[in-house]
């Protein structure tokens, strides 16, 4: 019978990052998609970065799963707890949470588009910068049942995850070391995240508020 050390020695470091690797990209990715101040595309471009730098087999394949489930658990919890605001007071929390989130000039685009187009702008908000909450909020206002909000969110994070892997694979694909693609990674990410606060700021709009003032 092998003893217990020899076991453990066995076992490639690598299973053992990924198996802590994994459910904490999980969790925090279904965090940040709960409470939108979470970067969660950094965290699935970083974890894209490692996984390329890793010889596992399957290791891009889990972390798209692993990331595409967290955010749509997150979405529907989220969803959840918004579609309640009107029923109850502690999911009023969460519906004035997510108006104070988004920003009023996407707002009433979003429910133009939604009237329009249906879900299919669910695909487009997760991977537009800054667009999820605008248009989540945009279904709560018009009361759209759990059910078709779901349907529509799941082709929404696959395509999110997707993105975000990809920024992370190229990335990757760049350095020989796996700190440097996440680096570069993380940077990308957080510009994209950044870049409609930033217009909406310094851009021509901002400015001209700004002068107004």
């Known amino acids: 019978m092998p003893r217990a050390g020899g076991v ?3 076992v490639p470091p690598e299973s053992t990052q990924q198996a802590v690797g994994y459910p904490s990209l999980f969790l ?3 965090l940040g998609s709960l409470v939108p101040v979470v970067p969660t595309g950094a965290l699935v471009s970083s974890a894209a970065v490692v996984a390329l730098h890793h010889t596992a087999p399957y290791s891009l394949l889990f972390v ?3 990331s595409s489930c967290a955010a749509f658990l997150g979405d529907v919890g989220l969803y959840w707890l918004g579609r309640r605001g009107s029923h109850s007071r502690n999911g009023s929390r969460w ?3 997510l108006r104070d989130r988004a920003a009023p000039e996407r707002l009433e685009p979003a429910r133009r588009q939604l009237h329009r187009h249906g879900v299919l702008v669910l695909v487009l908000s997760r991977l537009v910068p800054a667009g999820r909450i605008p248009v989540m909020l945009a279904c709560l206002l018009s009361a759209m049942p ?3 909000f779901v349907r529509g969110d799941i082709p929404a994070c696959l395509a999110w995850a997707a993105t975000y892997q990809l920024i992370g694979v190229l990335s990757g694909s760049l350095f020989s070391e796996p700190w440097q693609g996440v680096a570069m990674a993380v940077g990308l990410a957080v510009v994209i995240s950044a870049a409609p606060a930033g217009w909406r700021r310094f851009g ?3 400015r001209g508020g700004a002068h107004g003032g």
């Open 8 to 10: 453990w020695a066995s």
């Open 28 to 30: 925090l990715v279904m």
């Open 64 to 66: 798209f799963l692993v």
């Open 95 to 97: 519906l004035s949470r």
């Open 146 to 148: 759990l059910r078709r």
């Open 204 to 206: 021509p709009a901002g």
